[in-house]
Each structure stands twice: as structure tokens, then as C-alpha cells.
């Protein structure tokens, strides 16, 4: 089979029904979603048709199929200003065959590798500390992200890894960059708001497969998540 990703889509909150109740449709068991908020500036919020910035990201394991991603793209408008935005993330594993049979229903499509020109950046950083971590990320060219409240466990042991206190209550900040611009933009992140500052943030990046909601986008204006 052509294998398994982590089908990350991020669209307004009034929204979030409905993209849950397609992908269910499609036989996918399993959606997760999560409240987020958009990080994005005025500009960008024009830029996209977006007038809110209260988001609903919805997480889900799916065969590795550009069909689906494709069928999303046209049944959820995707390619509409505004509608959302849908990235795939590869899987490495499912533990245990009656897991995996139930997570993925249906045989995913052989595919030929693609060129990976976006990378998913999440940084965990302080709640309360978002706008330190997008001010940083701007500054290395980064569009927007979208933040999901979180909170932390294991804080005695990083403390004995960074040797300072670790806050429990967390923000996600998820961040869609191009790949040229991953590594600054990480680096911006560490720089400005990393463990050594306030909002004391972790940053690493996953490698998207594909992606869908960019295509109306000229690349002067970079995509938020």
C-alpha cells in the first residue's frame, strides 16, 4: 500500500462540523479537532477573505492518497479564498494490526515521491506567548500559524535538561512555510523566543507531502496554517 499520513486541515470554527462530517464520509473513522486561534495579520486576513481568526483544526490518519487530498480540495472548496487549508504529514507506524485495519480502512495509492515544498513548523511555547514566538517567525519570512491551548507534563524533567522552570500551560503554534524558508524561520524562533527568553519555546518541523487551499495564493503572500 502506498502507506499512511497525518491529514492536518485547519478552517474557520463554523466550519469545523462540516469538514469533520466529509472526511467521515469518506470512510475515515477517526477525526480529531481542536479549537485553534489564527495568527495572522490584517493583511493576510485580506489577502485570504478571512474576517475571523477562530479556527478549528481537525487531525486525522488516512491512506497515503492524493485522490483524497484532491476530492477534499474540490468537495470543501479548498481552493476558495478563506475555505481553509489541508496538509498531509507522513506516518512512520501504526501499532498493531487491528489499529491499523480500523484507522485505515482502505488501501492507499501507490504514488510516485513528490517534491516537498512545504514543511509544517510547530513550536510549544508559554501560554500567552504567541505573538512573541509569529513576531519572531515574520521576521524570517514566516505568513502566519495558528495556535491550539495545550498543556504540559514532564516539567521536573526538563528542568534538569534546560535548568529553569518549565510552565505547564502551553500554546501549539502550527506554522506552513515553504521549505527554503523553514530553517530561518526556526532559527528567528530560537533566537527570539526560545528556553533562554519568556515564552521559553521548543521548535522542530515535519515534512508535508502534499497540500491543498494554496493555489489562489501568489507567492509573494506567504500561506498561513
Given at each position: 500500500?502506498?502507506?499512511a499520513?497525518?491529514?492536518?486541515t485547519i478552517?474557520?470554527?463554523?466550519?469545523?462540523?462540516?469538514?469533520?462530517?466529509?472526511?467521515?464520509?469518506?470512510g475515515?473513522?477517526?477525526?480529531?479537532?481542536?479549537?485553534g486561534?489564527?495568527?495572522a495579520?490584517t493583511?493576510?486576513l485580506?489577502c485570504?477573505?478571512?474576517?475571523a481568526?477562530?479556527?478549528?483544526?481537525?487531525?486525522?490518519?488516512?491512506?497515503?492518497?492524493?485522490r483524497?487530498v484532491r476530492?477534499?480540495e474540490?468537495?470543501?472548496?479548498?481552493?476558495?479564498?478563506?475555505?481553509?487549508?489541508l496538509?498531509?504529514?507522513?506516518?512512520?507506524?501504526?501499532?498493531?494490526?487491528?489499529a491499523r485495519?480500523?484507522?485505515?480502512?482502505?488501501?492507499?495509492?501507490?504514488?510516485?515521491?513528490?517534491?516537498?515544498t512545504?514543511?509544517?513548523?510547530?513550536v510549544?511555547?508559554n501560554?500567552?506567548?504567541?505573538?512573541?514566538?509569529?513576531?519572531?517567525?515574520?521576521s524570517?519570512?514566516?505568513?502566519?500559524?495558528?495556535?491550539v491551548?495545550?498543556?504540559g507534563?514532564?516539567?521536573?524533567l526538563?528542568?534538569?535538561?534546560?535548568?529553569v522552570?518549565?510552565a505547564?500551560?502551553?500554546?501549539?503554534?502550527?506554522?506552513?512555510?515553504?521549505?527554503e524558508?523553514?530553517?530561518?524561520?526556526?532559527k528567528?524562533v530560537?533566537?527570539q523566543?526560545?528556553?533562554?527568553?519568556?515564552a521559553?519555546?521548543?521548535?522542530?518541523s515535519?515534512?508535508?507531502?502534499?497540500?491543498?487551499?494554496?493555489?489562489?495564493?501568489?507567492l509573494?503572500?506567504?500561506?498561513?496554517?
Amino acid at each position: 500500500m502506498g502507506g499512511a499520513v497525518l491529514m492536518i486541515t485547519i478552517t474557520d470554527r463554523s466550519r469545523g462540523g462540516e469538514f469533520a462530517a466529509w472526511f467521515q464520509s469518506q470512510g475515515i473513522p477517526l477525526v480529531l479537532a481542536a479549537p485553534g486561534r489564527g495568527t495572522a495579520t490584517t493583511e493576510i486576513l485580506d489577502c485570504l477573505g478571512l474576517e475571523a481568526t477562530e479556527k478549528a483544526v481537525l487531525m486525522l490518519a488516512a491512506p497515503n492518497s492524493r485522490r483524497l487530498v484532491r476530492r477534499a480540495e474540490r468537495d470543501l472548496w479548498l481552493d476558495v479564498p478563506g475555505r481553509g487549508i489541508l496538509m498531509t504529514v507522513p506516518i512512520a507506524s501504526i501499532g498493531g494490526a487491528r489499529a491499523r485495519d480500523y484507522l485505515l480502512p482502505q488501501e492507499g495509492e501507490e504514488s510516485m515521491e513528490q517534491e516537498r515544498t512545504h514543511e509544517l513548523i510547530i513550536v510549544i511555547t508559554n501560554r500567552g506567548r504567541t505573538d512573541q514566538v509569529m513576531n519572531a517567525a515574520r521576521s524570517a519570512g514566516a505568513g502566519g500559524g495558528t495556535s491550539v491551548h495545550a498543556k504540559g507534563t514532564g516539567t521536573e524533567l526538563a528542568k534538569k535538561f534546560f535548568g529553569v522552570s518549565i510552565a505547564a500551560e502551553k500554546e501549539l503554534v502550527f506554522i506552513l512555510a515553504e521549505a527554503e524558508k523553514r530553517r530561518p524561520i526556526m532559527k528567528a524562533v530560537m533566537d527570539q523566543a526560545g528556553m533562554q527568553t519568556e515564552a521559553q519555546s521548543l521548535v522542530f518541523s515535519l515534512p508535508v507531502t502534499d497540500i491543498a487551499g494554496l493555489r489562489r495564493l501568489d507567492l509573494e503572500h506567504p500561506p498561513q496554517a
